[in-house]
DNA sequence: CTGAAAGCGCTTACAG
DNA sequence: CTGAAAGCGCTTACAG
């Protein structure tokens, strides 16, 4: 491998001449040294550049899953930013470990200019010490508990909660019951606080049994509907607070044979790929992805200086809307299903 | 930051004295040293560690689309052994683009210790390229066209075309599509050789009209898909020939209010997180995906003489199932759909 | 087992 | 604008 002193050697200039050649200041002898490094195909060694500046032009993005749709489209967004900009992006999975990400996040602070971090709890030390160790740190989709002193990039979820309560208001339902997130996670508070808020401020009181609190992940979603099903008078709706807690709550339904929308009703939280072919189609409250994923890292970048972008703000929170489709509908009247049912479920 | 100077001053011993213990030797100091770490949060700097020793304990990993959940998948998997094995991973995205493929390839090639690939095409150069320099590269999912003499995970895409053409074929179908990957990719090609073969060997041929290439993609099955429907004489089964590629058939299908399995059956290549969900029931050629990207990081490792495997092939071929589900059923006969469909079509 | 020293490939104040 | 020199934080032959 060619190192800037082979560059030198041949363009007859001094090493220190190439490397501010490289850096973008002018120099007599460009034009010998742009040939000699094209000659040579030389690359700077990052390793030496990093141990000298001090900085590593590495980003380094935790999240808890990226096999999660959610996580994939995010980190989709931040590679496009961060390669854009020439940084290189450095993925860890925390397998939704809290101690997982500690471990991760000591290990990164040496390691990266700056993290993007989804943290698994509310409650966490890891981010607070990375703050002290002077790391830039920029969240996504989740928040701390104190999290207002953070960089972040969030939707607003207690608007989505809303919204779901209100779309099942508008519909008639008052039997609702709603399979939250983990309740130590922004997003499963906040999902689930809205929900309430607009459920009580209607008159409608949620027992706890159709109050049930899962924890964004498949399985549980899939019992907890089963215990939905088994109650002596189940729910007609249900608002699945994530992506594969939906699919764990058609499962169960579909296992039981329970007709979406005439017995119960599902709106879900995150569109899924197949959202518009599952029979009936998927009602959800929808949220950006990809664009979650850019701003983060647009606004980590902003940290270092390395985003002529004016006066990004320190907290950015995306709107969030209804894709109304065709798996919610009014109750079943006293004789079965409502006849309206019929006409939407396409 | 705490340097191994700090450490030796604190511990009584010299630098070198430091560097030992920390790679594992006998020190007689063992115990300061520790006790000096610890106090110090000591943390050695991978630039300096990497710049001295040539190695940068980082794996570039380069997939065409991580929100593909096969890529997803793979890359978790990928994820799970590198952080295992204390290496850090690069994440990189090509959206399809050769170009931005070669460009990745050869930045990475200084700054990581090897790469594991998903090629865009199998008629590359950048590769070969990257062999030459000297950094290992193993395959994933797709290969070049001589790829024998590169490391590589892969499945028997081959055998996944014929058992897709023999499941229709058991059916009683014989006018029947294909929707193909590209053919410059090895799955695109595999794939679809592994289905004529099957259908020549019963002597049924694809006319033309119904040996569709696509590219993989959505868009493009959806919009071949509603041309073998505009056909005077439409298909009776579709075999998919990817994950995406599946669900823009699906949604084709759909909007023009196909009865699935009842005018045309459709047997897609991976399986959906929701293919039990939708109705019918997605009947898929299936693969294993987070163990293809397990196996790949441990097949590059392996070169390193970092992982202990023995004997690990150097190519290794994983094999295929199909998940017979509800969206194949034997052909419509001249006067409608086939009864058996009811059944089937739960 | 241990320490002094050289060096990995860059960058950057310093002096010219 | 340019070059000589020091130094970023490690590792490792070399000598003891």
Same mark, same amino acid.
């Given at each position: 491998?060619?190192?800037?002193?082979?560059?030198?050697?041949?363009?007859?200039?001094?090493?220190?001449?190439?490397?501010?050649?490289?850096?973008?200041?002018?120099?007599?002898?460009?034009?010998?040294?742009?040939?000699?490094?094209?000659?040579?195909?030389?690359?700077?060694?990052?390793?030496?550049?990093?141990?000298?500046?001090?900085?590593?032009?590495?980003?380094?993005?935790?999240?808890?899953?990226?096999?999660?749709?959610?996580?994939?489209?995010?980190?989709?967004?931040?590679?496009?930013?961060?390669?854009?900009?020439?940084?290189? %992006?450095?993925?860890?999975?925390?397998? +939704?470990?809290?101690?997982?990400?500690?471990?991760?996040?000591?290990?990164?602070?040496?390691?990266?200019?700056?993290?993007? %971090?989804?943290?698994?709890?509310?409650?966490?030390?890891?981010?607070?010490?990375?703050?002290?160790?002077?790391?830039?740190?920029?969240?996504?989709?989740?928040?701390?508990?104190?999290?207002?002193?953070?960089?972040?990039?969030?939707?607003?979820?207690? +608007?989505?909660?809303?919204?779901?309560? +209100?779309?099942?208001?508008?519909?008639?339902?008052?039997?609702?019951?709603?399979?939250?997130?983990?309740?130590?996670?922004?997003?499963?508070?906040?999902?689930?606080?809205?929900?309430?808020?607009?459920?009580?401020?209607?008159?409608?009181?949620?027992?706890?049994?159709?109050?049930?609190?899962?924890?964004?992940?498949?399985?549980?979603?899939?019992? %907890?509907?089963?215990?939905?099903?088994?109650?002596?008078?189940?729910?007609?709706?249900?608002?699945?607070?994530?992506?594969?807690?939906?699919?764990?709550? %058609?499962?169960?339904?579909?296992?039981?044979?329970?007709?979406?929308?005439?017995?119960?009703?599902?709106?879900?939280?995150?569109?899924?790929?197949?959202?518009?072919?599952?029979?009936?189609?998927?009602?959800?409250?929808?949220?950006?992805?990809?664009?979650?994923?850019?701003?983060?890292?647009?606004?980590?970048?902003?940290?270092?200086?390395?985003?002529?972008?004016?006066?990004?703000?320190?907290?950015?929170?995306?709107?969030?809307?209804?894709?109304?489709?065709?798996?919610?509908?009014?109750?079943?009247?006293?004789?079965?299903?409502?006849?309206?049912?019929?006409?939407?479920?396409?």
């Amino acid at each position: 491998m060619a190192t800037i002193h082979d560059v030198a050697a041949r363009a007859g200039v001094s090493p220190a001449t190439v490397s501010r050649f490289l850096r973008g200041q002018r120099v007599r002898s460009a034009e010998a040294i742009r040939a000699a490094v094209d000659e040579l195909g030389f690359q700077p060694n990052l390793a030496a550049q990093s141990l000298k500046s001090g900085r590593t032009r590495a980003i380094g993005v935790v999240v808890p899953d990226i096999t999660n749709p959610y996580f994939a489209a995010v980190v989709k967004g931040m590679e496009s930013v961060s390669r854009e900009r020439g940084y290189r %992006l450095l993925l860890a999975n925390t397998d +939704e470990s809290a101690e997982r990400e500690a471990e991760l996040l000591a290990e990164m602070a040496r390691q990266v200019d700056g993290i993007i %971090l989804a943290p698994v709890t509310e409650h966490e030390e890891a981010p607070l010490e990375l703050r002290d160790s002077g790391v830039p740190v920029v969240f996504i989709d989740r928040d701390l508990a104190d999290g207002e002193s953070f960089d972040a990039v969030l939707v607003d979820n207690l +608007e989505g909660g809303r919204k779901a309560a +209100e779309h099942l208001l508008a519909l008639g339902h008052t039997r609702i019951a709603m399979i939250s997130g983990g309740q130590e996670s922004t997003p499963g508070r906040y999902r689930r606080a809205g929900f309430m808020e607009v459920l009580e401020a209607a008159g409608i009181e949620m027992p706890p049994e159709l109050d049930l609190i899962g924890d964004f992940r498949e399985e549980r979603a899939y019992q %907890l509907t089963l215990a939905l099903l088994s109650l002596v008078e189940p729910p007609t709706a249900i608002f699945t607070a994530s992506n594969l807690t939906t699919l764990g709550t %058609l499962k169960a339904l579909h296992d039981m044979r329970v007709d979406i929308p005439g017995q119960i009703s599902v709106i879900g939280f995150d569109d899924l790929d197949t959202g518009p072919l599952l029979r009936p189609a998927l009602t959800v409250v929808d949220r950006p992805m990809v664009e979650q994923g850019v701003l983060a890292m647009r606004l980590l970048l902003h940290r270092f200086g390395d985003e002529e972008t004016q006066d990004l703000p320190r907290r950015i929170v995306l709107g969030i809307k209804i894709i109304e489709r065709a798996s919610t509908a009014p109750p079943p009247g006293p004789h079965g299903p409502a006849t309206r049912r019929t006409g939407r479920n396409r």
